[in-house]
Every structure is written in structure tokens, then in C-alpha cells.
């Protein structure tokens, strides 16, 4: 397989501390168009993000440089490492079968897409592993371990994290889980009393990413004068705009939004961002940032309207590629105030439901022609005919219902109540019971049904000409 040259965190220099939502302890690495792997690994490993500083910090240099700094290394994949390729960062979040592991990251190039990642690592010959999407998509190239970056030791088998100035948190890691989550032991240590105390849970442990908080502490506690009054979604065409759009898996969408400053005096640099999750509650795990736009000034007691059909990349927003109902809603932080206001969940105004489903196209109408008798024709009697008809997308196997009417007698009479949909059936009228029915001219109409689908029927008009 030939190998596929990912430059996914080449460039480490003084950067961006936001990066597509997210806030990051250090901006040593710039965000740029797609993400960028390094950025990311620092988001999520504060610890180590503590100790980057100068050049060197390329995707692929972390293994070495953290081993200078006391950090534990290894060749085994575990929950809450740091796995380095030859020019490739990425943080551990759960380990699969037969040596696999997945993933979040994110590429500086876009070649695997832009903003927060997720893929699972198969291994394979040698010192190489394979990856592949949460959509079972195969990427070209072999991606060549350096290692799996854990954590810094304090003591025998201890890591720690600091909580506050305060306070900090030791643990015991699992023999597959480096996370102060996944550990056990847990330890507060009291920096000003130099004091110990066993805790039975992981309650006190920080969540990954940034400060710790995986980026919704980034959202200010003071509530704003502005608020999110309504968000509606539409097609790309935005013919129709609503509360409410049903769409396949990755296909355009805009987002329609009114913010309202509610108070006495005018607001300045107002930062409106845009998110998807799968519930209305804002904080959990499956919140998703799409993109967010900025607004100079709202006037107090006025309103602003915004409308996004792109994301921080430039790309179209699309669907997501998986099915099920997702909530879009909005965060706006007015900066120079530092205050914000969420998506009630209380307003159904304040939220948009996404249903995203495969389309399944309809079956092909079925249909019925009769061919004979043709509409007037005339039929004798004392001749021999043959009912003839056709069908479209019927299925096999399906069986129709003949009946004849006659005006003379205003009356509809069954010719065979279920007979092949084989296209033909003999009608001889001297025969019984059609000698003793038919005793005159008379105006008269066949109908035939498809007794497996009733409401595929169709009649047509001809004559009788009854012979003595």
C-alpha cells in the first residue's frame, strides 16, 4: 500500500487558544482552515500542553520530547494516551478489538476532513496500523507508529493532575486506561495543608480537553441582554424555512437565527455560534460546534437576524452522516461584557429538530390495461372470447379478480374471483352460468383487480350482442 503523506501538524509555532468551538490551555499551535492534529493533542492532554514551549513540536516529534520530560511511554494503546505516527498526533478515547483503537484528532491538510475527527486504528504488518472512519471508509497508507505517549509519573505508578491552585488528584491507572477517569485510588492532596484524603470515586477527576471542561467552560456564567429568540433551519434552496427539516445524510442545510438585545443599552462584539446535538441538553458529550459568526453591535430593543450556510472551513453545513433526530441551537456571548445566553430548552422557537434518514424512493406505481375487450367493441354470444389485459410492476406471483356488469339487469357478476395474473382468460357465454344471465343485448363492462392489491383495478366499456 503506498503511504500517504499526512503533514496533519508540521508547523507548531505561537497560535490560536480557540480551535472549531474549543478553548485549549496553550496557543502554541495555530487552529488554521481544517484543524490541526497538534492542537488538538494539547486540547486534550493539559498536562502536556503545560510543558510545550519553543520549536520542535511537530506531529511526530512529541514521543521524544516527552520522554525528556519524565512522561511514560509505551507500545500498547490505552484510553487517555496520546498515539504518535511518523508525522501524526491523535488522543486515545476507547480500545476496540484484536489491538484496535479509536480515536478523536483532527488534519491541518483537510485530506481527512476538517474540524473534530473520529476514526479507529487497525494494526497492521510490522510497526503499522490502518485507518478507517466511523463510517467504515478505508484511507490510503500505512501510518507508522513512534509510540503511545501516557501520562508523568509522580511516584510509583501515580499520576497526578493539578484541580485548582488549591487543590490536585492522584490516581492509579488501569492496565488499559491512563485517565484520571479510567483510574482507581484516587487521592485529593491539599497543596497549602500538605494533607492526603482517599476519595472512592472519580467525581473530582477533569474532564478532557482545554481547562477540563471539554470546551462548554468556555461559555460565560453571567446571563446577557441578548438573547436567542428563534432558530429555524431550511433546505439549501430556502424555499422553506421552519423548526423542523427532514433530510438524508450529508446534504445542505442553512440555519436561520434572530437574536433580540433585550436590555437598556447597545451591545458590542457579540460571538453567535452554532451547534448540533442529539439532545437539548447543552454540556454532554455529543455536542458538536458547526460555526459561528460575529456581530459588531445590536442596538438595545432591536433585533438581528443571521443566516450560516457555511462552517469555519468554508464548507457547505451538511447533515450528519449518520441517522437519527438531532437539536441545532445557538450560544451568543456578548465579549465585552463577557456574558451569554443559551437555546432555552424550554422554547421550542430556540431549537431546530434535524431528522436525518435515508431516502427510500417509492416503489414504481402498479397498473392494469385491459386490452380485450377494447372500449365499444362489440362481442356475439355465440363466439368464444378471450379476456385479455396487462400489467406493470405487479409483482409475481399475484393473482386478479374478474367480474362483468350488465346494465340490462344493473348488476355486477364475478367471472372468476382469483385467477393467475397471467394476462388472459377464456369467457365462453353459451356455456352455464352466462346462457342462463345473458338473454338480450346489452351494454356491459369487465373489471378486473389484483386481489393481492385492491386498489389496482380497472374497468372498461363494450357491448353484448346476444344471438338466439
Not at 503511504?3 to 487552529?31: M, N, P, R
Not at 509522580?154 to 493532575?161: A, E, L, P, V
Not at 446577557?224 to 438524508?248: A, G, N, P, T, Y
Request: net charge negative; glycine share 8%.
Amino acid at each position: 500500500m503506498v503511504a500517504l503523506l499526512l503533514l496533519s501538524g508540521t508547523e507548531a509555532f505561537s497560535g490560536d487558544l480557540k480551535c472549531y468551538g474549543k478553548t485549549s490551555t496553550t496557543s502554541h499551535f495555530v487552529c488554521g482552515t481544517y484543524g490541526n492534529c497538534t492542537w488538538w493533542a494539547a486540547y486534550m492532554r493539559p498536562d502536556i500542553a503545560a510543558v510545550i514551549s519553543g520549536s520542535g513540536w511537530n506531529g511526530g516529534q512529541w514521543h521524544g520530547n516527552l520522554v525528556s520530560e519524565d512522561f511514560d511511554v509505551g507500545l500498547e494503546p490505552k484510553v487517555g494516551a496520546i498515539v504518535e505516527f511518523s508525522e501524526h498526533v491523535a488522543y486515545i478515547e476507547e480500545l476496540g478489538e484484536k489491538g484496535s483503537f479509536s480515536v478523536s484528532e483532527m488534519d491541518a491538510t483537510g485530506q481527512l476532513g476538517s474540524g473534530i475527527l473520529h476514526a479507529t486504528y487497525y494494526p497492521g504488518s510490522g510497526n503499522t496500523y490502518h485507518r478507517k472512519t466511523d463510517l467504515g471508509t478505508s484511507v490510503q497508507g500505512n501510518w507508522s507508529l513512534q509510540g503511545f505517549i501516557y501520562r508523568r509519573q509522580s511516584g510509583t505508578n501515580i499520576y497526578c493532575d493539578d484541580i485548582s491552585s488549591l487543590w490536585g488528584i492522584c490516581w492509579t491507572p488501569s492496565s488499559t486506561d491512563v485517565s484520571c477517569q479510567g483510574g482507581e485510588n484516587w487521592t485529593l492532596y491539599d497543596f497549602e495543608q500538605g494533607s492526603m484524603i482517599d476519595v472512592s470515586t472519580n467525581e473530582y477527576c477533569l474532564s478532557t480537553g482545554g481547562t477540563g471542561g471539554g470546551g462548554d467552560n468556555d461559555i460565560p456564567t453571567k446571563n446577557s441582554s441578548v438573547k436567542v429568540r428563534e432558530i429555524q433551519i431550511s433546505d439549501d434552496d430556502d424555499e422553506m424555512i421552519s423548526h423542523s427539516l427532514i433530510k438524508e445524510p450529508s446534504q445542505k442545510y442553512h440555519i436561520h437565527s434572530v437574536l433580540e438585545n433585550t436590555g437598556d443599552d447597545d451591545a458590542y462584539d457579540i460571538e453567535l455560534q452554532y451547534w448540533i446535538s442529539e439532545n437539548k441538553t447543552f454540556g454532554d458529550d455529543d455536542d458538536e460546534y458547526l460555526a459561528s459568526d460575529w456581530i459588531d453591535q445590536i442596538d438595545a430593543g432591536e433585533s438581528h437576524e443571521d443566516r450560516k450556510t457555511q462552517d469555519e472551513s468554508g464548507n457547505q453545513l451538511r447533515t450528519p452522516n449518520q441517522e437519527g433526530l438531532f437539536y441545532i441551537f445557538a450560544i451568543v456571548i456578548v465579549h465585552e461584557d463577557n456574558s451569554a445566553n443559551i437555546s432555552d430548552i424550554n422554547d421550542d422557537d430556540e431549537y431546530s429538530k434535524l431528522t436525518v434518514k435515508e431516502y427510500i424512493p417509492p416503489p414504481p406505481p402498479m397498473e392494469i390495461k385491459i386490452t380485450d375487450p377494447s372500449s365499444g367493441e362489440k362481442w356475439k354470444t355465440d363466439k368464444n372470447h378471450s379476456i385479455n389485459w396487462g400489467t406493470t410492476n405487479v409483482p409475481k406471483g399475484s393473482h386478479v379478480k374478474i367480474e362483468y356488469y350488465l346494465y340490462e339487469k344493473n348488476k355486477w357478476y364475478v367471472l372468476d374471483d382469483s385467477t393467475p395474473n397471467d394476462g388472459e382468460k377464456n369467457w365462453d357465454m353459451e356455456n352455464k352460468p352466462y346462457r342462463d344471465i345473458i338473454k338480450k343485448d346489452t351494454d356491459a363492462k369487465i373489471r378486473i383487480t389484483v386481489v393481492e392489491y385492491p386498489e389496482i383495478s380497472i374497468e372498461v366499456k363494450f357491448k353484448i350482442d346476444h344471438k338466439k
